[in-house]
Structures are given as structure tokens and as C-alpha cells.
């Protein structure tokens, strides 16, 4: 089964959604290139000017997967959204940005307009 049909076969089940879809296709045995877009992984990405601000989560992950490197394996993907995460939690906070701390504020366009 291709990966786009999978998570939306799983996306089916009850309390399912894109997040734990993609969760099981890439950091399963299946090991498909698919990105867990959580809250803290989104905000960032839409603080970076990646995703659009109001973009809901399929947007949100249609347009970050677009951007995707086509070499990445879906390990690259798992770890992507780690740091990204951490990134999210320890910096790029919903009320409180850190940007002058932040290791990913050259790559942000809120970041760098923050820091001029």
C-alpha cells in the first residue's frame, strides 16, 4: 500500500488523525517517509515562514512534505521532527519566544526579523 493510502486507511479509525497516522507509517516497521506534524513541530514552522499561519493540519503537512529533501530516509523524517519539537518547546514557545537563543533562528523568518 503506498504511503498517502495507508494514513488515510488509518486516518479512518476512530480517534486517528494525521499525526498518529504518519507516527505509525514512519517509526514503524513500515519505515515510510511520512512527518509527525505536532503542535510545537508546526508552530515553528509557521513562525520559519514554511507553513501558512492559518494552515489547518493536512495544509500544514502538504506544504512542509512539498519541502521535504527527496534524498531524507524516513529516519531523517523521525529526526526532523524531534528536534523540531524540542526546538518548539525549549524556544519557539506559543507566548514567549527565545529567538536570540535559538539554534534555528538564521533558518526563521520571525527569528531574523526579531533579531533587526
Not at 486507511?9 to 507516527?23: D, F, M, S, T, Y
Request: hydrophobic share 45%.
Amino acid at each position: 500500500m503506498e504511503t498517502d493510502a495507508a494514513m488515510a486507511w488509518l486516518e479512518q479509525l476512530p480517534g486517528v488523525g494525521r499525526k498518529i497516522a504518519a507516527g505509525v507509517v514512519n517509526a514503524s516497521t513500515l519505515d515510510r517517509k511520512a512527518l509527525v506534524l505536532d503542535s510545537h513541530h508546526r508552530r515553528v514552522l509557521q513562525r520559519m515562514g514554511l507553513v501558512p499561519q492559518k494552515a489547518d493540519t493536512a495544509r500544514a503537512y502538504a506544504a512542509i512534505m512539498s519541502a521535504m529533501p527527496s534524498e531524507w530516509s524516513a529516519a531523517d523524517y523521525d529526526e526532523h521532527h524531534l528536534l523540531m519539537k524540542e526546538i518548539g518547546r525549549a524556544f519557539c514557545r506559543p507566548a514567549s519566544m527565545a529567538c536570540g537563543e535559538c539554534p534555528a533562528q538564521a533558518l526563521c523568518g520571525t527569528g531574523r526579523a526579531r533579531a533587526g
